[in-house]
């Protein structure tokens, strides 16, 4: 299966079970590795045939900012549906940090992968 990549899309938005976790936006880090066949858009080179990256991106943003998760498994777990409804993806990994989260720790994070 071929792969679309999109790599530390970053968003801001509350996620967390603390209460100051809760009070302001955070940076959230967000890697999707979308699985499908591209074979068809490679021969025509017509975006058209192929997973439409740009909008998933967007979609992912603006979930990450919004949906107000207190896990970042949760978080996960929404956005791989949401990439599992879009066309031509049959598989999804998502995954999800925080950075800075935990002290002396780069990042925090969840690594899904969801299949149709």
């Not at 299966?1 to 100051?20: F, P, S, T």
């Not at 058209?48 to 990256?53: A, F, K, P, R, W």
């Not at 066309?87 to 925090?108: D, L, M, T």
């Amino acid at each position: 299966m071929d792969k679309v990549i999109i790599k530390n899309l970053v968003a801001r938005g509350i996620i967390g079970i603390y209460e100051w976790e809760r009070d302001k936006p955070q940076e959230i880090l967000i890697n999707i590795i979308l699985y499908g066949d591209l074979t068809k858009a490679g021969r025509t080179d017509d975006v058209n045939d192929s997973i439409n990256y740009k909008t998933i991106a967007k979609e992912s943003q603006v979930l990450a900012e919004n949906c107000q998760r207190l896990t970042v498994e949760a978080l996960a777990n929404d956005i791989a549906a949401y990439c599992l409804e879009t066309k031509g993806v049959k598989k999804v990994q998502v995954r999800i940090e925080k950075p800075g989260a935990v002290r002396f720790a780069e990042s925090v994070g969840v690594e899904i992968e969801r299949s149709k």
